[in-house]
């Protein structure tokens, strides 16, 4: 089973980015995808996820408006655009895959910063 994030970079405040993660190793289309985040010094936080069946898509409260999760089952892919970037936003992004079993990506790295 593998969960790989990409699309991390330095950005400045108000850019955007879209992360991409690819899976692999396990039934894509049968498990709810999330998108979680890690401050330095804080804990890691739920930012949006997506249903497996038909989409359906939740997000926390500091990223509703400016983020957006979706998948491609036939790529076997979810991803999160990201726009309005801020500061706080800065964070090591990990992907989840949730069913039976739980699974996670290593992470990439979002800098948001002038």
């Known amino acids: 089973v593998q969960l790989v994030e990409s699309g991390g970079a330095l950005v400045q405040p108000g850019g955007s980015l879209r992360l991409s993660c690819a899976a692999s190793?396990?039934?894509?289309?049968?498990?709810?995808m999330n998108w979680y985040r890690q401050a330095p010094g804080k804990e890691r936080e739920l930012v949006a996820g997506?249903?497996?069946?038909?989409?359906?898509?939740s997000y926390a409260d500091a990223v509703k408006g400016r983020f957006t999760i979706s998948r491609d089952n036939a790529k076997d892919t979810v991803y999160l655009q990201m726009n309005s970037l801020k500061p706080e936003d800065t964070a090591v992004y990990y992907c989840?895959?949730?069913?039976?079993?739980?699974?996670w990506g290593k992470g990439t790295l979002v800098t948001v910063s002038s």
């Open positions: 989840n895959a949730r069913a039976l079993k739980d699974y």
């Open positions: 190793g396990f039934t894509f289309s049968r498990y709810f």
């Open positions: 997506i249903s497996d069946d038909y989409g359906m898509t």
